[in-house]
Structure formats: C-alpha cells, structure tokens
C-alpha cells in the first residue's frame, strides 16, 4: 500500500475483517515520489511512533486516509485500469451518499472534484488513491458512506 501520503500528521483509518487481527507495519522511505515506478522509493532504517484505537462503528472496506485537508481512499487491484474504476466507482458513492445526491449528479460532482492518484506501480497489486477535498466531505461522512456496518 506504498503511498507517500503516509507521514507525521496523516490519520489512516484500516478495516479488520478478523477479531483479534494483528498490525504490521513496513519499511521507511526517504523519498518516495508518485507511482514508485522501479524497483523501490528511499528506504531507509528508522523509528517511528504511531497511536493505535480501535474506531466502533464504522468499518470502511479500504484503507482511508486523512490529511488537513482531504480524504483519501485508497484501492489496490493486479490491474491498474481497475483499481482506477474501483476507486473512482468509491468516490462517486461517497458524494451520492454523504451529500444525498442522485447517482448522475454524484458523478458530475466528482468530475469537477475528486482526483485520481497513483501510489504505487512497482508491485503486483498496483494502489491509487482518490482524493476527496474536506472542503467537500468530512473524515467521518466519507467513513460512514464506507461502512459496512
């Protein structure tokens, strides 16, 4: 799930689909720039201290981060073309139901606001990311129009 949007500052919601499910977390990168295109980013050895709650109630079915100002989703899939679609398929259904628009409307509205984004490409499973402006949609209404609960 690579994605330089990961750092001091950013919330990442992940979903549990296990009871008792462990955390594991991976390497450090330096630098890491959009797509990770070959091989790997700047890993680099480090520390670093991360906080871990557990948020009842919502259960969103992709990883979700949050920075100052927008809302990610993030979607991994072996074809890139269709972790595009997926995630812009998550977008739009987000705006539909946080905002109460039709499914037309949500589309037309994401057209003009939500950018798709590369995270990585190195790997099997290639990640993007859609961004949703807060200006737009909170944190909270993009994880409530998630949720599986």
């Known amino acids: 799930m690579d994605t330089k949007?990961?750092?001091k500052g950013t919330t990442l919601y992940l979903p549990v689909f296990v009871e008792?499910?462990?955390l594991a977390l991976g390497d450090l990168h330096a630098v890491m720039g959009d797509g990770e295109i070959c091989v790997s980013a700047c890993e680099v050895p480090g520390k670093v201290t991360?906080?871990?709650s557990i948020v009842k109630g919502m259960?969103?079915?992709y990883p979700v981060l949050e920075t100052?100002?927008?809302v990610y989703i993030i979607v991994s899939h072996g074809d890139l073309w269709d972790a595009?679609?997926?995630a812009t398929e998550l977008g739009v259904e987000v705006l539909q139901k946080a905002l109460g628009l039709s499914w037309e409307e949500a589309y037309m509205l994401g057209s003009l606001i939500l950018d798709v984004e590369i995270s990585q490409l190195v790997d099997p499973k290639k990640t993007v990311r859609i961004r949703i402006p807060k200006e737009y949609v909170s944190a909270k209404e993009v994880l409530n129009a998630?949720?599986?609960e």
């Open 50 to 52: 991360v906080r871990v």
């Open 59 to 61: 259960a969103p079915p």
């Open 84 to 86: 595009i679609k997926q």
């Open 68 to 70: 100052e100002d927008s």
């Open 146 to 148: 998630l949720s599986l």
């Open 5 to 7: 949007l990961i750092r």
């Open 20 to 22: 008792g499910g462990l």
